[in-house]
DNA sequence: TTGTTGTTCAACCATATGGTTGAATATCTA
DNA sequence: TAGATATTCAACCATATGGTTGAACAACAA
């Protein structure tokens, strides 16, 4: 059996599947915002985006300072490195197997010339 | 405005924000298998493992080549490229914010010898 | 103090998700 | 042909998700 527990990864994947959580992180990886800031700029209520911003914070990727009744938003790009680590895993097994397959239509060619 | 795509990334992402089906990943990076062979690895039913797998497949994690009856799945990393890259850009990113807080710091402390 | 602004909280709704079970289908085997 | 095996399909269920609206609340501005 495969062991299963829920980590951060889950949280950092959870939050980027979402396009609109992605376009924030990149409306926020240009400078930090309010929330009202940010919900111009997206076609839904003000409440929808506050939602993804709890979201954004619960794993970690972004940064709340209130001051006053503001809170600023702040990108913490630190919490996606265990999920590129876990991706580029994944890029480095393909990239093996490429080389491998290469390695191998290599071989045959010069076992064709031979004969 | 923010435009929203629904792309590839969704599809990728939203399948590896499951534990179950980056477990199912992992397995396959070890072997192919079929779908039996698989859902023996899982606290679940063969129909919820066989799910999972269209979801992956669905996202070009997976590829299927049909046997027979059997079904043999194999890991195709490469779907993973876009979302690996996209991940990648906000590593750099904060790399760079590190770097340059790390260069603010610096001179703060030579500013401070000199007084 | 009174209003306006920035934000969350709470309730609600529709749809998606991850799981189940039971049946249907197709292929191999005796 | 008659099982047994491998897999999907279909219906169903509970919970999660992404959105809405309306109110509450705190902080600033007049």
Known sequence: M???QA???????????D????AILARLASADARVTDI????PMSLNAVSKHLRVLEGAALVRRTVVGREHVLALDASAMAEAARWMDHYRRFWEERLAALDALMTERTK???KK
Chains 1, 2 share one sequence.
């Open 2 to 4: 495969v062991e299963q």
């Open 7 to 17: 980590s951060q990864l889950d949280a950092v994947f959870k939050a980027v599947a």
């Open 19 to 22: 396009p609109t959580r992605r």
């Open 39 to 42: 919900a111009k700029d997206f």
């Open 111 to 113: 076992k064709g010339r």
